[in-house]
């Protein structure tokens, strides 16, 4: 039922996501913003793809990848179609405001979870923003009605694997590919997300009303 909400809205409001940005505090009392993409981030999802050092390529798309296309951009933009949908997570630097982030996450109603996978810039780890985004997914799912929290990683990404240690999630091996790590983590009820505006939308899904 909140997945359906959600497409609701999105179709219904889908020029103006506002709505549903959420403001982070880092660990450095910093702001970041997670907000859904828009069709004025392709420049800068582009330049923040390309400006990932090979490696961190590799290890967002396990596989060799030069960056985001313009195919794969205008995909990102189709927001709950197949219940899939992406954010970006944004800060002010120098006081212009620049991608450092992104996650990417699918609601699989039949298998009761979300899938997801994220990264963050080079320039920009060390900061607390992987841990922040991965809190933000765990609201996100739980506003879906997700009760479990899953993603894919290749058993040679030691940063994605301490993170998710970090936040809670255990491992084990993905079927189908001896390549990857799956990491889990069970996700909170409605009543216990820590998000408010993921909270709020979760609450007033559930009575069947969302308010413009």
């Given at each position: 039922?909140?997945?359906?909400?959600?497409?609701?809205?999105?179709?219904?409001?889908h020029?103006?996501?506002?709505r549903?940005?959420?403001?982070?505090?880092?660990?450095?009392?910093r702001?970041?913003?997670?907000?859904?993409?828009?069709?004025?981030?392709?420049?800068?999802?582009q330049a923040?793809?390309?400006?990932?050092?090979?490696?961190?390529?590799?290890?967002?798309?396990?596989?060799?990848s030069?960056?985001?296309?313009?195919g794969?951009?205008d995909?990102?933009?189709?927001?709950?179609e197949?219940?899939?949908?992406?954010v970006?997570?944004?800060?002010?630097?120098?006081?212009?405001t620049?991608?450092v982030?992104?996650?990417?996450?699918?609601?699989?109603?039949?298998?009761?979870?979300?899938?997801?996978?994220?990264?963050?810039?080079?320039?920009?780890?060390?900061?607390?923003?992987?841990?922040?985004l991965?809190?933000?997914?765990?609201?996100?799912?739980?506003?879906?009605?997700?009760?479990?929290?899953?993603?894919?990683?290749?058993?040679?990404?030691?940063?994605?694997?301490?993170?998710?240690?970090?936040?809670g999630?255990?491992?084990?091996?993905?079927?189908?590919?001896?390549?990857?790590?799956?990491?889990?983590?069970?996700?909170h009820?409605?009543?216990?997300?820590?998000?408010?505006?993921?909270?709020?939308?979760?609450?007033?899904?559930q009575t069947?009303?969302?308010?413009?």
């Amino acid at each position: 039922m909140a997945s359906a909400a959600m497409m609701e809205w999105l179709h219904s409001h889908h020029d103006d996501l506002s709505r549903f940005a959420d403001v982070l505090r880092l660990r450095d009392g910093r702001s970041l913003t997670v907000r859904f993409v828009e069709p004025r981030d392709r420049a800068g999802l582009q330049a923040y793809f390309a400006a990932m050092a090979p490696a961190a390529r590799y290890n967002r798309f396990t596989g060799a990848s030069s960056g985001l296309s313009g195919g794969e951009f205008d995909r990102l933009l189709q927001l709950g179609e197949g219940d899939r949908y992406a954010v970006v997570a944004e800060m002010t630097i120098d006081g212009a405001t620049v991608i450092v982030g992104e996650a990417r996450y699918m609601y699989d109603e039949a298998a009761d979870r979300v899938e997801f996978g994220l990264s963050v810039g080079d320039a920009f780890r060390g900061l607390g923003i992987g841990f922040a985004l991965l809190s933000n997914l765990e609201c996100r799912a739980a506003a879906l009605g997700a009760h479990h929290l899953m993603g894919d990683t290749l058993g040679t990404n030691i940063e994605m694997q301490s993170l998710g240690r970090k936040a809670g999630f255990h491992f084990t091996r993905t079927p189908g590919d001896w390549r990857e790590v799956r990491l889990l983590k069970e996700v909170h009820p409605v009543a216990d997300i820590p998000c408010a505006s993921w909270r709020d939308f979760a609450t007033e899904s559930q009575t069947g009303r969302i308010d413009a």
